[in-house]
């Protein structure tokens, strides 16, 4: 069972007392002990900028024998760079607003977050209710820079879908708050398309969850500080060294790569399955 299901139980069990349901807490009788469960993030993983830039252009391939003028993938694009450019975990990344003018738009500044969980366990009958950010009070907010490449993906991504009525930027064809079930398949989906046989059976990049993994590791290799790193992916100085400490990468970028990682132009992004060699070049 994983700590954090441990803790939901015990906190159960512990309102079962307080309301006399329940005289004692059945857990302390047990004597078992959960295996070891690794925090490290395993650096197999880990994908380079190179391959990362191969899958977020993949991605846009996934869907095309669809009716409509929009492959699925292109809709969830930007969505995917906002978690290698911005190291968003999937929760957070699916519930960005788009700000208000004239706030800076080479910023992102992450109120809440809109985590899938069954509806039952939600207040709102919704399958993503919405919550404060991971280790931080409710109200609390997290700033975060956002390169050049990512404010451009997401201005054309902007343009080409609009945003959801309550101004999110990613939103499902209906509205609604993309699911996760369509992030993991067209993930799995781009996988295929932009990795060799042996890559696509292999750990790296098995999940969208990853590619933060990787931009956190990039930046930390990069000599990026701890403390700013730590920052921008929400994590206290202890917890992002104790994860991130076997992730170290072959080539060290230059910090000036680590903060703002190269991409293609907006406007270069191939749109057809003719071009699909270009996602092999980047192999």
């Given at each position: 069972?994983?700590?954090?299901?441990?803790v939901?139980?015990?906190?159960?069990?512990?309102?079962a007392?307080?309301?006399?349901?329940l005289?004692a807490?059945?857990l302390d009788?047990l004597?078992?002990?959960?295996?070891?469960?690794?925090?490290?993030v395993?650096?197999?993983?880990?994908?380079?900028?190179?391959?990362?830039r191969a899958?977020?252009?993949a991605v846009t391939?996934?869907?095309q024998?669809?009716?409509?003028?929009?492959?699925r993938?292109?809709?969830?694009m930007?969505?995917?760079?906002?978690?290698?450019?911005a190291a968003l975990r999937?929760?957070e990344a699916a519930?960005?607003?788009l700000p208000p003018a004239?706030?800076r738009?080479?910023?992102l500044?992450?109120?809440?977050?809109?985590p899938?969980?069954?509806?039952?366990w939600?207040?709102?009958?919704?399958?993503?209710d919405?919550?404060?950010l991971?280790?931080?009070a409710?109200?609390?907010?997290?700033r975060?820079p956002?390169p050049p490449e990512?404010?451009a993906?997401?201005?054309q991504h902007?343009?080409?879908?609009?945003?959801?009525?309550?101004?999110?930027i990613?939103?499902?064809?209906r509205g609604h708050v993309v699911?996760?079930?369509?992030i993991?398949?067209?993930?799995a989906?781009?996988?295929?398309?932009a990795?060799?046989?042996?890559?696509?059976t292999s750990?790296?990049?098995?999940?969208?969850?990853?590619l933060?993994?990787a931009a956190?590791?990039l930046w930390l290799?990069a000599g990026?500080?701890a403390?700013?790193?730590a920052e921008?992916?929400?994590h206290?100085?202890?917890?992002l060294?104790?994860?991130?400490?076997k992730?170290?990468m072959?080539?060290r970028?230059?910090p000036?790569?680590?903060?703002?990682p190269r991409?293609?132009p907006?406007?270069?992004?191939?749109r057809?399955?003719a071009?699909?060699h270009?996602?092999a070049?980047?192999?």
């Amino acid at each position: 069972m994983a700590v954090g299901h441990r803790v939901a139980t015990r906190s159960v069990l512990g309102y079962a007392i307080e309301r006399e349901e329940l005289t004692a807490n059945p857990l302390d009788r047990l004597k078992w002990k959960p295996p070891k469960v690794s925090e490290v993030v395993d650096r197999r993983v880990v994908v380079n900028p190179r391959q990362a830039r191969a899958l977020l252009i993949a991605v846009t391939y996934v869907g095309q024998q669809r009716r409509g003028p929009h492959a699925r993938g292109q809709r969830l694009m930007a969505l995917y760079a906002c978690m290698y450019f911005a190291a968003l975990r999937p929760a957070e990344a699916a519930a960005p607003r788009l700000p208000p003018a004239p706030h800076r738009v080479d910023w992102l500044t992450l109120e809440k977050s809109r985590p899938e969980v069954n509806q039952r366990w939600t207040d709102t009958a919704s399958a993503h209710d919405e919550r404060g950010l991971k280790h931080r009070a409710v109200t609390e907010t997290r700033r975060l820079p956002i390169p050049p490449e990512l404010v451009a993906i997401l201005g054309q991504h902007i343009e080409t879908f609009g945003t959801a009525p309550d101004g999110r930027i990613f939103a499902s064809e209906r509205g609604h708050v993309v699911a996760s079930t369509a992030i993991n398949d067209v993930w799995a989906e781009a996988r295929t398309l932009a990795f060799t046989p042996g890559q696509v059976t292999s750990p790296l990049a098995g999940r969208p969850y990853d590619l933060r993994h990787a931009a956190v590791s990039l930046w930390l290799n990069a000599g990026v500080p701890a403390t700013e790193v730590a920052e921008r992916a929400g994590h206290s100085v202890q917890v992002l060294l104790r994860v991130y400490a076997k992730c170290p990468m072959t080539a060290r970028p230059s910090p000036t790569s680590a903060s703002t990682p190269r991409c293609w132009p907006s406007d270069a992004r191939p749109r057809s399955r003719a071009s699909h060699h270009m996602v092999a070049d980047l192999r």
